[in-house]
């Protein structure tokens, strides 16, 4: 019975960190936040440590809750739904860089010697025939000059769904992937992560979303 209770009760403590309008605070970038517990990817016990309020260097954020992300959370091919996350950097300790917030600057990088496989919509460009990973681009806002191509942006993508999609990565668009985008926020990078066809159809709108949600999170001096 003891054990029992005590189940019981971790159980509604979840339950009530998940269902409350509590908030985190920190520091991240050099910007203050007070993020709801939602859109934390962190453990009850997390949440109410006292280290999460110092001054740290990343953050996991869901936006799967959110809805105002319901329009992009369709079926991921076969799988049954795409989800929408983000990890949060400091600018400051990483080498990562990003696209503008806008994704539209233009950005020209090299792919000699890489693998175009060209789809109806998107280009996949793989570093070897035996890769199944890949850089994905919308067609549309890509151009090609020789060994050179200039797009918006770029996002790093991998099959999901077993060997199934690894062994059409290749062949079809129709596959279930996971894709990470890097867009500059302030004095941090914003690792995006959707499937691959919520990149090509939505990638500034989901951009323009997430932006959105940050902004209304900064603590103002």
Not at 70 to 98: C, V
Not at 106 to 131: A, C, K, P
Not at 162 to 177: C, L, N
């Amino acid at each position: 019975m003891k054990i029992s209770s005590l189940l019981l009760s971790w159980v509604l403590a979840v339950n009530l960190t998940a269902c409350t309008d509590a908030k985190k605070a920190f520091s991240l970038g050099g910007s203050a936040y007070q993020v709801p517990a939602d859109y934390l990817v962190i453990s009850p016990s997390s949440f109410e440590s006292t280290d999460f309020d110092d001054n740290i260097s990343m953050v996991a954020l869901t936006f799967n809750n959110d809805k105002d992300f319901s329009d992009y959370m369709e079926p991921n091919s076969w799988l049954p739904g795409s989800s929408i996350t983000a990890i949060l950097y400091a600018r400051e300790g990483t080498s990562l860089t990003g696209f503008s917030p806008s994704l539209s600057s233009l950005v020209e990088f090299s792919v000699d010697g890489e693998n175009i496989i060209e789809f109806e919509n998107s280009y996949r460009i793989f570093q070897g025939d035996t890769r199944i990973s890949w850089q994905a681009l919308p067609k549309s806002q890509a151009s090609f000059d020789g060994d050179k191509v200039t797009a918006k942006w770029v996002a790093d993508c991998i099959p999901l769904g077993g060997m199934r999609g690894s062994e059409q990565s290749h062949e079809s668009i129709d596959i279930p992937t996971s894709c990470k985008i890097n867009i500059e926020y302030r004095n941090s990078i914003l690792r995006l992560s959707t499937s691959e066809k919520n990149l090509l159809d939505n990638a500034e709108k989901i951009t323009a979303l997430m932006l959105q949600k940050l902004d209304s999170w900064r603590v103002h001096p």
